[in-house]
């Protein structure tokens, strides 16, 4: 069991920056790939970015220019880096491993951190 926890989370104006953060109890060079997803009322939870443990990032076109996904592997720690923020961020962040086991892929998920982007 993995256990991830992020925080960083808050209440930032439009155009502003937020940095999140996650610490996983495990080592998460263990880990296939890390993440940010990202879910908000009423809506499906959403990959922001992730990273593999190859170190290739990969992001969606809503995010690709202004979030940076970046990792300690000394530390277990991923980061996510949000600039230029919009209200249409708003939502609660979840950092997330992936683990292949043989032929499953697991998934495990921190608690989420509220990320709201109002003025």
């Known amino acids: ?3 991830l926890v ?5 209440l930032v104006q439009p155009g502003g920056s937020l940095r999140l953060s996650c610490v996983a109890s495990g080592s998460i060079n263990s880990m296939n790939a890390m993440g940010w997803y990202r879910q908000a009322p009423g809506k499906q939870r959403e990959l922001v970015a992730s990273i593999t443990s190859g170190g290739s990032s990969n992001y969606p076109d809503s995010v690709k220019g202004r979030f940076t996904i970046s990792r300690d592997n000394a530390k277990n720690m991923v980061y996510l880096q949000m600039n230029a923020l919009k209200p249409e961020d708003t939502a609660v962040y979840f ?11 697991v998934n495990y998920w921190g608690q989420g951190t509220q990320v709201t982007v109002s003025s």
């Not at 992020?6 to 808050?10: A, D, K, L, V």
């Not at 950092?95 to 892929?105: K, M």
């Open 1 to 3: 069991q993995v256990q």
């Open 6 to 10: 992020e925080s960083g989370g808050g």
């Open 95 to 105: 950092c997330n491993a992936r683990q292949l086991v043989f032929t499953r892929t």
